[in-house]
């Protein structure tokens, strides 16, 4: 059960786009479209942002948006505001067991 | 209004048991699967267990396999975290979270946590 792999932390300032990546294996992300992403406020619940990759739930801005190519899955972040900074995680299904987090990235509005 | 409300945490010794519970409204509640997510003091979230809807299929993370064992009750609408043997590692805020409909891997809605403190 390895987990995934995320950049520590991503910074940008107001209305510039980031992304975050998380890079697995063929037997995590680049095996299934079961990617997803929460956003989570310290002290918080996670919070669902996009799933099977690149779906947004209802209520979830357009400005979040999901990837994948190969191993390596994507989470962009158009027109970053202030209430963007927070940790972002992504998760996968894998071929042993339904989940795997990744370690997190710090998004820093600058 | 989904609503998964958690209890049971508290402070127990190295070795010791807990169980932690988690009574769940506002959807049907047996036909989703149901997972128990965690977080360290200031770091990320690990998956800890999953049981699918009618209980019968259970997941666990190699760190907790052995000494954790998840179960539901749907005539209660409440999951269920027995935790044996347990390590300062396993010191943490505990999440219940739904997983969202079939055919989908991800987990839409989640409890606000207990906390679960391994120390002596």
């Known amino acids: 059960q390895s987990a995934l792999t995320q950049p520590a932390s991503v910074s940008g300032s107001p209305g510039q786009s980031i992304t975050i990546s998380c890079t697995g294996t063929s037997s995590d992300v680049g095996g299934y479209n079961f990617v997803s992403w929460y956003r989570q406020y310290p002290g918080k619940a996670p919070t669902l942002m996009i799933y099977d990759v690149s779906n947004r739930p209802s209520g979830i801005s357009n400005r979040f948006s999901g990837s994948k190519s190969g191993n390596t899955a994507s989470l962009t972040i158009s027109g970053l505001q202030a209430e963007d900074e927070a940790d972002y995680y992504c998760?996968?299904?894998?071929?042993?067991?339904?989940?795997?987090f990744g370690p997190g990235t710090k998004v820093t509005v600058l | 209004e989904v609503q998964l409300l958690e209890s049971g945490g508290g402070l127990v010794q190295p070795g010791g048991s807990l169980r932690l519970s988690c009574a769940a409204s506002g959807f049907s509640f047996s036909t989703f699967a149901m997972s128990w997510v965690r977080q360290a003091p200031g770091k990320g979230l690990e998956w800890v267990s999953a049981v699918s809807g009618g209980g019968s299929t259970t997941y666990y993370a190699d760190s907790v396999k052995g000494r954790f064992t998840i179960s539901r009750d749907n005539s209660k609408n409440t999951v269920s975290l027995q935790m044996d043997s347990l390590r300062a590692e396993d010191t943490a805020v505990y999440y219940c979270a739904k997983k969202s409909g079939s055919g989908h891997y991800n987990l839409d809605y989640w409890g606000q946590g207990a906390l679960v403190t391994v120390s002596s």
């Open positions: 998760t996968s299904y894998t071929s042993s067991v339904p989940y795997v």
